[in-house]
């Protein structure tokens, strides 16, 4: 007896899971104007969207950010997906200007760059306008050892 193969189609294979692909998002093109009116609207509300010098609740702060959403869709025609999707962006634009400021500070050969407008904008944004929290922290450890060592010469002269 000999046998005939049936081919079934079976039904695809749920996913327990495993991973799930992200869903792609529409690629947002935003023109180096717009990009400068964004950041300098966000220089305006720094304080709240960033919430870092002043006490604000998480609400205020999602409720800024979502303003700020909406700001750009009415000003600029720029279609955010949603909030998620713009501090994507934010974040990108953030890690674009960290890199561009590193690369600026290499020492050796070559041509240094400078740091863009925009970049300086993102860079303010992120850490006030007093600039790199790292630059603050080396003045001030160079301050307080020049005023250490001052001190200890001070005190050594006085003994001797």
Same mark, same amino acid.
């Given at each position: 007896m000999g046998r005939t193969s049936q081919t079934t189609k079976s039904a695809p294979k749920p996913n327990l899971g495993g991973v799930m692909k992200a869903k792609r998002r529409a690629r947002l093109t935003i023109d180096a104007n717009?990009?400068?009116?964004?950041?300098?609207h966000m220089e305006g509300q720094?304080?709240?969207?960033?919430? !870092?010098?002043?006490?604000c609740s998480s609400g205020e702060q999602k409720v800024a950010?979502?303003?700020l959403v909406r700001w750009c869709a009415d000003e600029l025609q720029l279609k955010f997906e949603d909030v998620q999707h713009f501090r994507k962006v934010w974040g990108d634009w953030k890690l674009k200007a960290k890199k561009n400021e590193d690369n600026s500070k290499k020492t050796g050969g070559g041509l240094k760059e400078a740091l !863009?407008?925009?970049d300086n904008l993102v860079l303010d944004i992120e850490h006030g306008s007093g600039r790199s929290h790292r630059d603050y922290a080396v003045r001030t450890f160079y301050l307080e050892n020049?005023?250490?060592t001052y001190f200890l010469k001070n005190l050594l002269d006085r003994r001797t």
């Open positions: 717009s990009k400068y009116q964004i950041l300098k720094r304080d709240l969207l960033m919430g !870092s010098l002043r006490p950010w979502e303003r !863009s407008t925009i020049c005023a250490l």
